[in-house]
C-alpha cells in the first residue's frame, strides 16, 4: 500500500508539479525494500525524459518537503543527514519505523 501524502492548505501548497514529484517519490519508495534506497535521479528520470538534469533540484526540493512531513529520511554514506544543509549526491528512504 502507498502511503497517503500530507494534506495541505493555503501557504504549504504546492504545484500540481511539485505533487507529482513527491508522488513520484513515495510511489518509488512503496515498491522497494524497508530501508531500501533511490537516488534523486531516478526520480527526475521518470518524472522528467530527456530533460531529467533539469529536474534534480525540484526532486531535491520535493525530497526536502517529504522530510518536513516526516515520510522520508535523506541520507549521505548510509546516515541521516539535515536535508537542509546535505550537498552532494543524497539518498532518499523511508523513515524507520
Excluded: H
Amino acid at each position: 500500500m502507498v502511503p497517503a501524502l500530507p494534506a495541505r492548505s493555503g501557504a504549504d501548497e504546492v504545484s500540481p508539479s511539485d505533487a507529482r514529484l513527491e508522488s513520484s517519490i513515495v510511489d518509488l519508495l512503496a515498491r522497494r525494500a524497508a530501508g531500501a534506497t533511490i537516488c534523486p535521479s531516478e526520480v527526475a528520470r521518470l518524472v522528467g525524459g530527456d530533460d531529467w538534469r533539469s529536474m534534480m533540484e525540484p526532486v531535491r526540493a520535493a525530497a526536502r518537503r517529504l522530510v518536513t512531513a516526516g515520510q522520508v529520511e535523506i541520507t549521505q554514506g548510509g546516515e541521516v543527514v539535515d536535508p537542509e544543509t546535505a550537498t552532494g549526491p543524497i539518498r532518499i528512504r523511508r523513515v524507520r519505523s
